[in-house]
């Protein structure tokens, strides 16, 4: 059964650094997602991303953040300079094999642990 | 704006049923979905309701009423794996709002 994947599981960064998470969507999918789990809280949205551009982003998803799509299959999560509240569960999130179906079910990779120090 | 809400814990046997509620108030709704999450895992889907009425899923069903912003997940026969916490979550197109999630112990 195809599943997204997440790459690094774990990254512990100095405040400050730039950390790049990486996500392999469903490969037929085209409509790719962002969230964020802080420890003991709830899945909080960042962005959306269709078509090779944000759909729509939160107000968490500030200067600091930002994606991309470098290729055929990997989509990124840039935060360019880390703050010890960055801290978090970073899960990334695909749905939608049909054009025009953002609201078809969103499956979640296993996520990376940020840690901020 | 957006409010989810559902109780923050429960408990139930094992073997028997369990009822998880969620009230709403979203600006906009294209469906709401429960998900089922793990101490440090990521949220699996479990079912999904865009229409009034009932949906089942093998042990587990969930319940959409528009009108009233209410679901609820129905959990039958528990098993100890079913210790989790189940996400509430509203689709307001192009992205999933979601409550506090609702931790559910199972007891033998």
């Known amino acids: 059964e195809p599943e997204v994947t997440q790459t690094p599981s774990h990254q512990v960064t100095q405040m400050g650094q730039e950390v790049i998470l990486r996500c392999v969507p469903i490969?037929?999918?085209?409509?790719f997602y962002w969230y964020r789990q802080i420890l003991g809280q709830k899945v909080e949205f960042l962005v959306s991303f269709y078509n090779n551009e944000i759909s729509e982003k939160s107000e968490i998803f500030d200067d600091q953040f930002s994606v991309e799509r470098p290729d055929g299959s990997n989509f990124t999560l840039k935060i360019r300079s880390t703050k010890l509240e960055d801290s978090a569960m970073y899960f990334c999130?695909?749905?939608?094999?049909?054009?025009?179906?953002?609201?078809?079910?969103?499956?979640f990779g296993p996520g990376t642990r940020l840690t901020v120090l | 704006g957006q409010n989810i809400d559902q109780p923050t814990e429960m408990t139930a046997t094992e073997g028997a049923i369990v009822q998880i509620n969620c009230t709403y108030q979203?600006?906009?709704?294209?469906?709401l979905f429960w998900y089922q999450q793990h101490a440090g895992e990521a949220p699996t889907f479990l079912s999904y309701n865009v229409l009034d009425g009932l949906e089942e899923k093998g042990r587990f069903s969930s319940f959409l009423s528009r009108s009233k912003g209410y679901s609820y997940l129905l959990l039958k026969e528990l098993q100890m794996k079913d210790s989790a916490s189940y996400l509430c979550?509203?689709?307001?197109?192009?992205?999933?709002?979601f409550g506090t999630g609702t931790r559910l112990t199972i007891i033998p």
């Open positions: 979550a509203v689709n307001g197109n192009e992205k999933l709002t």
């Open positions: 979203t600006s906009g709704f294209n469906g």
């Open positions: 490969s037929n999918h085209l409509y």
């Open positions: 999130a695909s749905s939608g094999n049909l054009a025009g179906r953002a609201t078809d079910t969103q499956y």
